[in-house]
T-cell receptor, first 114, second 112 residues
């Protein structure tokens, strides 16, 4: 998965804390997608962003979750007041443009909530 | 996006050819078929994509019959390192297809 960089690879938080997950897309890509994967399940779409814009956040919980992709810097997925159920692997993908296929994925951030 | 059905798991031995079939009975005219591979603790990796007949690249072949209601991913001479989960996705390569829908995939285990 060369190109899409996610950090940290592992993140441990206590209930009630905030989690910040970062994603740097492949060079030249301005479209970023976040997915969540629970154990033994497939990835589930959360949000699609372009530079400085949220295009589709239909898969993201309305509360506690937010995402951004600023003009400069990585995309950030932010989870406030984390709960045990937020424990999962969060993957970021990027594409050159909206219609580009396929999406290129990073190796994810594994979030564990104590 | 069209719903897909794959076997939950498959076992194979090193050196054998592995064929994983995906059913997508309600595939639409402008839908493409895309396969991803995922190793533990890694993100999905694109393998191959096709629309009809046969597509081949350096790692796999994709066979799509005329009615396109199914497709078969063929991995020639698998090795232990091919042990992974394989996902079949179906959807149009046009605006609005960014919501990849991953099923539970097929867990391929390659045995020595």
């Amino acid at each position: 998965n060369a190109g899409v960089m996610q950090n940290p690879r592992h993140l441990v938080r206590r209930r009630g804390q905030e989690a910040r997950l970062r994603c740097s897309p492949m060079k030249g890509h301005s479209h970023v997608y976040w997915y969540r994967q629970l154990p033994e399940e497939g990835l589930k779409f959360m949000v699609y962003l372009q530079k400085e814009n949220i295009i589709d956040e239909s898969g993201m919980p309305k509360e506690r979750f937010s995402a951004e992709f600023p003009k400069e810097g990585p995309s950030i997925l932010r989870i406030q007041q984390v709960v045990r159920g937020d424990s999962a692997a969060y993957f970021c993908a990027s594409s050159l443009n909206r219609d580009s296929q396929p999406q290129h994925f990073g190796d994810g951030t594994r979030l564990s909530i104590l | 996006l069209a719903k897909t059905t794959q076997p939950i798991s498959m076992d194979s031995y090193e050196g054998q050819e592995v064929n994983i079939t995906c059913s997508h009975n309600n595939i639409a005219t402008n839908d493409y078929i895309t396969w991803y591979q995922q190793f533990p603790s890694q993100g999905p990796r694109f393998i191959i994509q096709g629309y009809k007949t046969k597509v081949t690249n350096e790692v796999a072949s994709l066979f799509i019959p005329a009615d396109r209601k199914s497709s078969t991913l063929s991995l020639p001479r698998v090795s232990l390192s091919d042990t992974a989960v394989y996902y079949c996705l179906v959807g149009p390569i046009t605006s609005g297809t960014y919501k990849y829908i991953f099923g539970t995939g097929t867990r391929l285990k390659v045995l020595a």
